[in-house]
């Protein structure tokens, strides 16, 4: 996980004020819709609610059947339109927000509420409402694949067997008292308590370190809600999940392998120009070089997969005595790829 500035959007259905509406001109799409929402959890839900039970008590003094509760939905669509996906296909790169992984034409992605518009687990029980009032709220909105944001059983790294993984509607707290459940009031104080990273928000490279087997932990030393933070992240979005982590690993072994070959191929092309050996011999060595350290570049691309272990793992390797750290010795300024 990476940290993405977060750009403003510029879809009509959340920038757009000339929406027509002969109740209320001036909104855009997203105005409008925030507005039913609040409506609807509200007013109109809980007018439906009360019916129903005020029918129920009747109902059991008289012996009848009983109704079951309304059913709670509410037709969010505002955040699926095509331009709002178009941009955060754009603004993360293809990437899922929180794993890194790429989209394939297999895989479709999700458009993933952060804090859970329609209902949010607290204290192992889901709750209606969540966070109604940002269901298309921009800063509320992340690119996610569906292993990283639903509900599913995930392999266990080593064990032959699954458990529960993915966001779902989790959004816990450090404080459940902070938690805000109504709109119209401040989301200060449930910011300062919130244990998922929030990419576009925090520094999860600051948090988070990589094992060689492509494990993803707690940095050592964190301050207690950043540890907190960091635990929390990796379990909900299921970032420890075996082959993700087997995914990691494979790129983590690449990185290396083309460290070690640039360095190799340095070193041998010094030697031919110290021996004087024909131009063209030095060239053809040259442009393998040159097609490694293509390559190199690549991994280190915005849209690459899993910046955030690469990264860690360069700045592990530039540490005195290793291999990104001879490179440099010789002239090979390795650190623009952390920028």
């Known amino acids: 996980m990476i940290h993405i500035k977060r750009t403003s959007s510029t879809a009509k259905v959340l920038t757009d004020k000339r929406l027509k509406s002969t109740r209320r001109p001036g909104l855009t799409r997203a105005d409008l819709e925030c507005e039913k929402a609040i409506e609807y959890y509200t007013v109109t839900l809980p007018a439906e609610q009360a019916k129903v039970k005020a029918k129920n008590a009747q109902a059991a003094l008289n012996g009848g059947a009983l109704l079951d509760s309304p059913k709670i939905k509410f037709p969010f669509s505002v955040y699926g339109d095509e331009h709002v996906v178009k941009e955060l296909m754009t603004l993360f790169h293809k990437k899922c927000a929180y794993c890194e992984s790429h989209f394939r034409h297999v895989t479709p992605a999700d458009i993933e509420h952060f804090r859970p518009k329609g209902a949010v687990i607290i204290n192992g029980s889901l709750e209606h409402p969540g966070y109604y009032w940002l269901g ?27 458990v529960s993984g993915g966001k779902g509607n989790h959004f816990p707290l450090l404080d459940e008292s902070k938690r805000v459940r109504k709109h119209g009031l401040s989301l200060a104080d449930e910011e300062a308590v919130r244990l998922l990273l929030n990419p576009c928000i925090d ?11 492509g494990s993803i932990l707690p940095k050592r030393r964190l301050r ?40 190799r191929f340095l070193r041998m092309i010094d030697r031919m120009k110290s021996a004087g050996e024909s131009p063209a011999d030095i060239q053809t060595e040259q442009d393998v ?30 540490e005195p005595g290793r291999a990104g750290d001879r490179l440099v010795r010789v002239g090979l300024d390795l650190t623009k790829l952390l920028v």
């Open 203 to 213: 520094d999860p490279e600051a948090v988070l370190r990589y094992e060689d087997d």
């Open 289 to 318: 070089l040159d097609m490694h350290m293509g390559v190199l570049k690549g991994m280190f691309e915005p849209g690459a997969e899993y910046l955030g272990m690469l990264r860690y793992q360069l700045r592990q390797e530039l």
């Open 136 to 162: 298309a709220d921009w800063d509320n909105l992340f690119l996610s694949c569906p292993r990283c944001n639903r509900k599913d059983q995930l392999d266990v790294p080593g064990v032959q067997s699954t």
């Open 224 to 263: 207690k809600l950043n540890r907190r933070r960091a635990d929390t992240s990796i379990s909900v979005y299921g970032l420890w999940q075996g082959e993700l982590r087997d995914k990691r690993k494979e790129l983590l072994d690449q990185l290396k392998l083309e460290l070690i070959t640039i360095e």
